[in-house]
Nanobody
Framework: QVQLVESGGGSVQAGGSLRLSCATT????????MAWFRQTPGKQREGVAS?????????VYADSVEGRFTISRDNAKNTLSLQMDSLKPEDAAMYYC?????????????????????WGQGTQVTVSS
């Protein structure tokens, strides 16, 4: 089993920055894909960014956050991070960390819910205009 615990959420004004962290414990060697998702009330959970954790760390970003968010993984500390810059009001959501056993041959981890087996409880991000 893999446990994920997010932290770092909070309130920020538009244009500001936040850094989310996800501490991972358990048999983390079983997971190859990690990602951040977000969800607002009444909407489906959407993928924000993913990273292929075995060597190389190839990343994928949603178009809406490309160039503003950066996903990274510290394998030594078993921590996944999401640096969010130039935040917009539409970035406000509950952010979830996710990990999946799926090992893509391409090294590209999809931003699709079905790929991920383990989920954190979420951390709230609020962006005021």
């Amino acid at each position: 089993q893999v446990q994920l615990v997010e932290s770092g959420g909070g309130s920020v004004q538009a244009g500001g920055s936040l850094r989310l962290s996800c501490a991972t414990t358990g048999y983390t060697g079983s997971t190859s894909c990690m990602a951040w998702f977000r969800q607002t009330p009444g909407k489906q959970r959407e993928g924000v960014a993913s990273i292929y954790t075995p060597g190389g760390g190839r990343t994928v970003y949603a178009d809406s956050v490309e160039g503003r968010f950066t996903i990274s993984r510290d394998n030594a500390k078993n921590t996944l991070s999401l640096q969010m810059d130039s935040l917009k009001p539409e970035d406000a959501a509950m952010y979830y960390c996710a990990a999946g056993r799926f090992a893509p041959e391409t090294g590209i981890c999809p931003l699709e819910n079905i790929v991920y087996d383990y989920w954190g409880q979420g951390t709230q991000v609020t962006v005021s205009s």
